[in-house]
């Protein structure tokens, strides 16, 4: 488990930008946290490090964004305002779900049993001043993303 402390959407930016480079294709990162701890803020992150240049959108109400950042697709989920996950299935998740894609998804318990398993749970909670985020491996993938980013913090405190 990796645990930081970020003071301000940019700081979570910039540690989104630093996990990208630590993640495979495929991968699945579940986010969880209150309302307004900063998910989408985080998945800005993650998308722009993978090279997104352009705006991220919150799916709040579309529940699925899909992303082509070179030859690998990313989909953003925001289950949010999910009334039924057999919605799920109307949205065509269940087609895209054998691509070798990279998932980020809020609110996975709105999902539950109908999504891929998570490689890495993001837990994001409020802080007086900024945010906690721990970060939890849950597969051999999610241990490699861990252990990607723990030498990845390391070096840049070296410097």
């Not at 997104?52 to 289950?79: F, K």
């Not at 009334?83 to 990279?102: C, I, Q």
């Not at 709105?110 to 999504?115: D, K, Q, T, V």
Request: charged share 25%; proline share 6%.
């Amino acid at each position: 488990m990796i645990e930081l402390d970020l003071h301000d959407p940019e700081a979570q930016i910039a540690f989104g930008a630093r996990l990208a480079a630590c993640l495979p294709a495929p991968c699945v990162i579940y986010l969880e946290g209150d309302l307004g701890t900063g998910k989408t803020t985080l998945t800005r992150g993650i998308l722009s490090g993978l090279g997104h240049p352009g705006a991220v959108r919150s799916p709040t109400y579309t529940l699925i964004e899909p992303y082509q950042i070179g030859d690998r697709a990313v989909y953003h989920l925001d289950l949010y305002r999910l009334t039924d996950r057999e919605e799920l299935e109307y949205l065509g998740l269940f087609d895209l779900l054998g691509e070798e894609s990279r998932w980020i998804i809020e609110w996975p318990d709105r999902g539950a049993g109908l999504l891929p398993p998570p490689d890495l749970r993001v837990q994001i909670d409020h802080l007086s001043e900024g945010r906690r985020l721990r970060l939890r491996d849950c597969s051999m993938t999610g241990n490699a993303i861990l252990d990607a980013l723990s030498a990845h913090i390391r070096a840049t405190l070296r410097h």
